[in-house]
């Protein structure tokens, strides 16, 4: 194998679709999407948790019923499958999942020239938070965030938007 093919196929696995950078406000435009798809998000990790529980009993049995062993089996991968789906569809958005249980989704961002996430929590109405990306502790949103213009919005202004 030649040196340039070498080099090549390296560049080509490094190299990545360019990201959605969010500002708070294109963060607060996508919300009533995102709210929607952490609630299909819940709702499916709820029947797959129980879906999980129920095989985990059926095994323990003595008397073991093969037949809903092997119907659970498909109800679970089915369920896998559909949130897979469904954090897909987060992704498209160009959201990131956070953390499950707690419902926290991450807009990607940057602050300080570091990659970060403006944090939308479930339990929460607007995005209050944010984080640097390779840290968990969740720090209040500054009050000069909330009114910046968002980006689109400047270009439109200023008949830039392609």
């Known amino acids: 194998m030649s040196q340039s093919s070498r080099s090549s196929r390296r560049v080509s696995r490094s190299v990545r679709p360019l990201q959605t950078v969010f500002d708070v ?14 609630t299909d998000i819940a709702r499916h990790k709820i029947r797959l948790n ?3 529980l129920e095989r985990r009993r059926i095994s323990t049995e003595v008397a073991e019923n093969p037949r809903r062993r092997f119907q659970l ?12 789906s469904v954090i897909d569809e987060l992704h498209r958005v160009g959201a990131t999942l956070l953390d499950p249980v707690r419902g926290e989704i991450g807009f990607p961002t ?12 479930a339990e929460d109405d607007a995005i209050l938070h944010w984080r640097y990306r390779d840290q968990a502790k969740l720090r209040a949103l500054p009050e000069h965030w909330k009114s910046t213009p968002s980006i689109s919005r400047l270009e439109e202004e200023e008949g830039l938007l392609v």
């Open 50 to 52: 129980g879906a999980q």
């Open 110 to 121: 940057i602050v300080n020239g570091s990659l970060a996430y403006l944090v939308y929590r």
């Open 73 to 84: 089996e498909d109800e679970i991968r089915e369920l896998r499958n559909e949130l897979r």
């Open 25 to 38: 406000t294109l963060a607060h435009e996508a919300l009533p999407l995102v709210r929607r798809i952490v």
